[in-house]
């Protein structure tokens, strides 16, 4: 299957990178990735000298749940080093998200003349291409082709479409860790996102719960995560609705400027 990258240029240039570092990086547990870029998987200080390799290598080098403690001496390390950072609060949910993402799916359905579709191996290159479109339109940037396949790692995407096939929402959760890590079983979910001309239907809420609930139950996960923009109230909004909550960890983004020319990733 021919490789694919979206987003910008910039972000192109930033996945494709990403692909190249995840071929040599994929086997080994002390590395992770969901699509955009590949991170250290444990947020200690030891790992700060490879996350700043990393985004070297990359532009982009990232670190996900950095504790209270340990951020403020990480930022300024990476810093030190040449280095801008983008910070996310991480969120995270477990059985109790579980269990609300299946009452969700219990109590709601599609607006009429909307199906939710799934992305696979087979998906054409015409329905990424609008998976692209929208989540560009909410600057989000879609993870590269072999991770929303599910061929890199276990994942699922589903979207909302027409009855005319364009779709119009989607939602989507990678297993980010290696499964000999010692998150194995947590995996990362996002990726929401809506054309303008459906928002205030719910369909954030509907087809997150029903991302999150398909990669449990195909890949036996028991808890996930996400990152928000401190101040993002209707991101923080809709995670509180499916029972994620906010944790005192960081996820930080190290950004190599002369490589990556952007300030952030992603929304």
């Known amino acids: ?55 070297r290598l990359q532009g982009v080098g990232a670190c996900e749940g950095v504790s209270a403690e340990d ?3 990480r930022r300024a390390a990476l810093e030190a080093a040449g280095l801008s950072l983008d910070e996310y609060v991480s969120w995270r949910g477990g059985a109790e998200a579980i269990r609300t993402a299946r009452e969700v799916l219990a109590s709601r359905s599609l607006p009429a003349g909307l199906t939710v579709g799934q992305v696979d191996a087979d998906t054409p290159a015409e329905v990424m291409a609008q998976l692209d479109r929208v989540t560009a339109s909410c600057e989000v940037l879609l993870p590269m082709g072999q991770f929303l396949r599910g061929i890199a790692r276990p994942a699922v995407c589903v979207y909302a479409q027409t ?29 929401l996102a809506t054309d303008d001309r459906y928002r205030g239907q719910g369909l954030a809420l509907l087809l997150g719960a029903d991302s999150l609930v398909r990669m449990v139950d195909s890949c036996d996960m028991t808890g996930f995560f996400t990152g928000i923009r401190a101040g993002n109230a209707p991101s923080e909004r809709l995670c509180s609705k499916l029972g994620l909550e906010a944790t005192d960890r960081t996820i930080q983004i190290s950004i190599a400027p002369e490589v990556f020319a952007a300030t952030n990733v992603t929304k």
């Open 1 to 55: 299957m021919a490789e694919e990258y979206f987003g910008s240029p910039s972000q192109q240039g930033l996945q494709r990178r990403a692909a190249a570092m995840w071929a040599l990086l994929h086997d080994d547990p002390a590395y992770c990735c969901h699509g955009r870029a590949v991170g250290v998987t444990e947020p200690s200080p030891e790992t700060i000298g490879q996350q700043i390799a990393l985004a």
């Open 71 to 73: 951020t403020p001496a």
């Open 163 to 191: 009855e005319d096939g364009e779709v119009v929402a989607t939602s989507a959760a990678v297993a980010q860790f290696h499964p000999a890590s010692s998150r194995g079983r947590e995996f990362w979910w996002g990726m």
